[in-house]
């Protein structure tokens, strides 16, 4: 069995990285089961969306047969509320989703003091890079000295455990 010791964030590059000098970061088990909440999250909420966008489109008699509906993510549009759910709840959370809040990990930016609009963007676009090579990129957060993946690179940000939820 692999023990992993805890590690806190080195940065002393910036200003701001030097403020967060010394934050303790979110253990992997952490991250990883705040993904998979949100990413449940977001196939639930997906669902009726799904079915009312379809009934409107026969309503509307733009379709003239049933809709087929299918939740794949094999076309380009799949990953529209992926994307939607991950940067607007990331970002009007503040760094966290419901599903980081949930298990006490914050998002936070090595740039700015609250994540922004963009770094939100820019990290949920990440988590297709990391997904890439067979998951490789969520893998770099064992060989990365502050515990960064690629889309925590891709987007300039830290996982940090909350500082209100002892660990």
Known sequence: MITMKKSNYNGTESHRMQELHGL???????????????FLITAVLCMPLLVFGARLLQ???LVEENVHL????EHWYSIIPLVAYFSLSLYY???QT??????????????HERISFWH?????????????ELGF??????IDANRRTVHDRIAETIVIQDRKTKA
């Open 24 to 38: 303790p970061l979110a253990a992997f088990k952490r991250r990883a089961g705040a993904f998979m909440v949100d």
């Open 120 to 132: 939100s963007v820019e990290r949920a676009l990440g988590y297709g890079a990391s997904f890439l």
């Open 93 to 95: 959370g503040n760094g």
């Open 59 to 61: 309503h509307l008699g």
């Open 137 to 142: 990129g969520f893998l770099q957060y064992f």
């Open 70 to 73: 299918v939740f794949d993510y």
């Open 98 to 111: 419901l599903g980081k809040r949930l298990m006490g990990i914050r998002v936070v930016s090595l740039v």
